[in-house]
């Protein structure tokens, strides 16, 4: 029997032992994902960050004492035109989205970057078969 934990039991449990509004951000934004992405596959890698994958990661979900760090992993190819990103803004690749504390997100603008990294995961998928 396999004893490996489920990835989205440990998001559950990690959104329950932050117990504070970072939990509460975790899981408005996990269930965003979810919305947006129905088949997105939720895991736990480098020792405990949640990671949103859909053909390739979309996005990773990190929680600092000040922020949770929301990492789009090909974010500098995405459009933003509500200008979302507000961090790792100098990279050539990942881009992020720093929510602090009772500052809300534009649910339909997150929705529609995580539409578009699904939709650049799924071409670089295309291109690779």
């Not at 989205?8 to 994902?33: F, N, P, Y």
């Not at 979309?58 to 507000?86: M, R």
């Not at 970057?113 to 799924?122: E, G, M, Q, S, W």
């Amino acid at each position: 029997m396999n004893d490996t934990p489920i990835p989205s039991a440990l998001i559950d449990q990690r959104i329950a032992e932050l117990g504070d509004w970072r939990g509460e951000t975790l899981a408005h934004v996990r269930a965003l994902i979810r919305e947006a992405d129905p088949e997105v596959v939720e895991e736990w890698k480098w020792r405990g960050v949640p990671v949103w994958s859909h053909d390739g990661i979309l996005c990773t979900g990190e929680s600092y004492k000040a922020v949770v760090k929301l990492t789009f992993a090909k974010g500098a190819a995405l459009a933003d035109p509500a200008g979302l990103f507000n961090a790792s803004l100098d990279g050539n690749v990942r881009r992020a989205i720093d929510l602090r504390e009772d500052e809300p997100i534009d649910a339909d603008a997150f929705k529609a970057l995580i539409h578009a990294a699904v939709a650049l995961n799924r071409s670089k998928q295309k291109k690779k078969g």
